[in-house]
């Protein structure tokens, strides 16, 4: 079974913060570095079986995320392994395919978790169309930014 969401922060946060200058400015124009470090931030978490892959403890930027998570899942598509990374932190989860299952490992952890490479596939897609959602319904203009469009539905 696998878990994956994230959460937007509450008003009191300062990570609110990052969601709320993206509506101060031209969103169809924000560049992916800008997405990726300054805007959007979400407490994010991954669950396989009873394995916190990202443990939804602390901020990752949702774009960041989501960007990684679309590379991950084209390369698995096409039959080879793969990786997620994230921009505030060195370490790196580890997507190895083995007989129609994904092995999933990271740099910083000993723990190891195998699923099956649909199911995760599914998740992926899944998050994917949650965090496009959520971002064009609160920053309309992101619909039209080159960046966000790189995992949009369609």
């Given at each position: 079974?696998?878990?994956?969401?994230?959460?937007?922060?509450?008003?009191?946060?300062?990570?609110?913060?990052?969601?709320?200058?993206?509506?101060?400015?031209?969103?169809?124009?924000?560049?992916?570095?800008?997405?990726?470090?300054?805007?959007?931030?979400?407490?994010?978490?991954?669950?396989?079986?009873?394995?916190?892959?990202?443990?939804?403890?602390?901020?990752?930027?949702?774009?960041?995320?989501?960007?990684?998570?679309?590379?991950?899942?084209?390369?698995?598509?096409?039959?080879?392994?793969?990786?997620?990374?994230?921009?505030?932190?060195?370490?790196?989860?580890?997507?190895?395919?083995?007989?129609?299952?994904?092995?999933?490992?990271?740099?910083?952890?000993?723990?190891?978790?195998?699923?099956?490479?649909?199911?995760?596939?599914?998740?992926f897609g899944d998050f994917l169309r949650g965090a496009h959602a959520r971002l064009t319904e609160n920053v309309p203009g992101l619909v039209d930014n080159p960046v966000i469009q790189q995992f949009?539905?369609?």
């Open positions: 079974m696998i878990h994956f969401s994230f959460e937007v922060p509450k008003s009191e946060s300062p990570w609110r913060d990052t969601w709320d200058r993206a509506t101060q400015v031209n969103s169809a124009a924000i560049s992916e570095m800008d997405l990726c470090y300054k805007y959007f931030g979400v407490s994010a978490e991954l669950v396989v079986g009873d394995v916190k892959v990202i443990s939804g403890e602390g901020y990752v930027t949702l774009v960041d995320l989501a960007l990684s998570l679309r590379h991950a899942l084209s390369r698995l598509s096409s039959g080879e392994d793969a990786a997620i990374g994230f921009t505030e932190d060195d370490e790196v989860i580890r997507l190895r395919r083995e007989s129609g299952l994904v092995e999933i490992t990271s740099s910083k952890h000993q723990w190891q978790v195998s699923v099956e490479q649909e199911e995760l596939v599914d998740a949009s539905p369609e």
